[in-house]
């Protein structure tokens, strides 16, 4: 009715909560910078800035405008109005019945068009793996650029919590923030916990897998990991993600001769979650996430919906974090079977 009565008013609710959304994922910016990754001018963004500082949203000091607590309480008051008005509501509904997983979260937008959905992806992963923390607890962390926005946009503890937070699998050789190693200790740092280090490569072979999995401080490291309270992971294309642990030619065609089409854990999947390959890595194995233990999944882009749904087929995902771009890719499909 509201709607009917103010047909504007919808859209600069939207608009503003974009702004103010922004505002928290950049913090502390400046209106020149916010302004860019808006694609507006400094001219039309004063006037929101204006009404946002009136109202005790935001806090602008000398490196830039900053959201206040009031602001969040806003910003998170008004995310399931903004779901329900662009359809992500519903369209959560849709993917977690597809899916099996009994929570979904879909952000705006196609991490593969916006860094800034990326953004996103990661803080709404943060959200979700804070309402699974119950301290004492361990955490278990796979790599990837999911995983490292979510350590860097999990809201800073102000108090010590007994919660470790350890790399699900080795990783040596990828780039340094992306390695599980970076991210467990950074979003240690951001709980006030604890976490500790797994220094060993991720590509081995058989034979050098199975002797360091027998040696006493590594053992010790890998029960560790297999029994984390939680796991978060992301989810990857198979090819891309084969390419990346330099796997060799004759492998990469085997998976596509298989057809894969994600990874997860060092684990090759085709579109059924069906393994088609297993690379020799030392920590977290797919038999380890059955049990009490809660499992979330993050990953966006519509290239990943495949992928996304691969895993689901694969094992239990207790939530799943992603964005428009990939679930739509996923339902489109279900359509498509459905209709054919």
């Keep these: 009715m509201s709607q009917r009565l103010v047909p504007e008013l919808t859209e ?7 702004v103010l959304k922004r505002i928290e994922l950049h913090q502390p910016v400046g209106r020149r910078t916010l302004a860019h990754v808006l694609g507006v001018s400094e001219r039309v963004l004063r006037a929101d800035v204006e009404v946002f500082k009136e109202q005790g949203l935001i806090e602008v000091g000398p490196l830039g405008m900053a959201i206040t607590e009031t602001g969040v309480d806003v910003l998170q008051a008004l995310d399931p109005i903004m779901k329900t008005l662009d359809g ?13 997983i009994a929570r979904v979260v879909v952000v705006s937008g196609d991490s593969e068009q916006s860094e800034d959905v990326t953004r996103d992806v990661g803080q709404a992963a943060a959200h979700v793996l804070r309402t699974f923390l119950h301290p004492p607890c361990t955490v278990a962390v796979t ?25 699900a699998r080795g990783g040596l050789g990828e780039r340094h923030e992306l390695l599980a190693n970076t991210i467990a200790s950074q979003l240690a740092a951001r709980l ?4 500790r280090m797994f220094h060993v490569p991720e590509s081995l072979s058989r034979a050098t897998a199975e002797r360091l999995a027998q040696e006493p401080t590594i053992a010790e490291m890998i029960d560790r990991i297999r029994s984390a309270n939680l796991v978060v992971h992301g989810i990857g294309d198979a090819l891309t993600m084969a390419t990346r642990r330099g796997l060799d030619e004759e492998t990469v065609a085997h998976l596509a001769l ?8 060092g684990y090759f999947f085709d579109a ?16 380890d996430l059955s049990g009490d233990k809660m499992v979330i ?18 094992y239990r995902m207790d939530a799943l974090v992603t964005d428009e771009g990939a679930a739509r890719a996923i339902l489109k499909k279900g359509e498509c079977t459905h209709g054919s």
């Design 88 to 100: 992500r509501a519903e369209m959560e509904l849709s993917l977690a019945e597809r899916l099996g």
């Design 12 to 18: 600069k609710v939207r608009t503003r909560y974009r």
């Design 192 to 195: 006030s916990g604890r976490y």
């Design 272 to 287: 059924e979650g069906h393994i088609v390959h297993m690379m020799n890595t030392v920590g977290l194995k797919l038999e």
């Design 143 to 167: 790599g990837g650029s999911s995983l490292a926005m979510l350590a860097e946009l999990m809201p800073q503890a102000t108090t010590p919590q007994d919660v470790e937070v350890v790399p």
């Design 297 to 314: 999944g993050v990953a966006g882009g519509r290239a990943k919906g495949p992928a996304i749904e691969a895993v689901a087929h694969a």
């Design 258 to 265: 298989r057809g894969a089409v994600a990874e997860a854990f």
